[in-house]
């Protein structure tokens, strides 16, 4: 009878002891997973973060390229403006003295042309004013 519950108190114990064993085990066990989910979720969110740096990072150096390609795009059409404006004024003075050469020219024609008139009509403008005065008088004496 001692023996007996000698051997059921060591077998309650063992079963105790195992049980309690296996409830560690599991408990083990259950920790082991959570880690390795949270270790999952942090590389998980560890692969997250370092997209959204790339991203940001070749944003950055795409907005870098794209100042860079807007300061170049002012400073060529800065130039392009300045040469065009450079060659119509260019053009301009090439039209603006052609036409002042053109106007000297008739001036001086004209000039010619009117002190002959101015020579020409004089005689006959003479002739005209001593008729008129001539007739004027002579039927003032009539």
Not at 20 to 39: H, S
Not at 105 to 124: F, L, V
Request: proline fraction near 0%; hydrophobic fraction near 30%.
């Amino acid at each position: 009878m001692i023996k007996e519950i000698y051997i059921d108190g060591y077998t309650q114990n063992y079963n105790m002891n195992l049980n309690e064993k296996q409830n560690n085990i599991d408990e083990f066990i259950c920790t082991i997973n959570d880690k390795k989910q949270q270790g999952f979720d942090l590389n998980k969110m560890k692969q997250l973060n370092l997209s959204q740096m790339e991203r940001f990072f070749a944003m950055k150096q795409r907005q870098f390229y794209f100042r860079v390609c807007i300061k170049y795009m002012r400073i060529y059409v800065k130039r392009r403006l300045e040469k065009n404006r450079k060659a119509a004024y260019s053009r301009n003075t090439i039209y603006r003295n052609r036409l002042t050469r053109v106007f000297r020219g008739w001036r001086t024609c004209s000039h010619a042309w009117g002190i002959e008139r101015i020579n020409n009509s004089e005689d006959s403008f003479r002739k005209d004013l001593e008729r008129q005065k001539l007739t004027m008088w002579t039927s003032k004496v009539d």
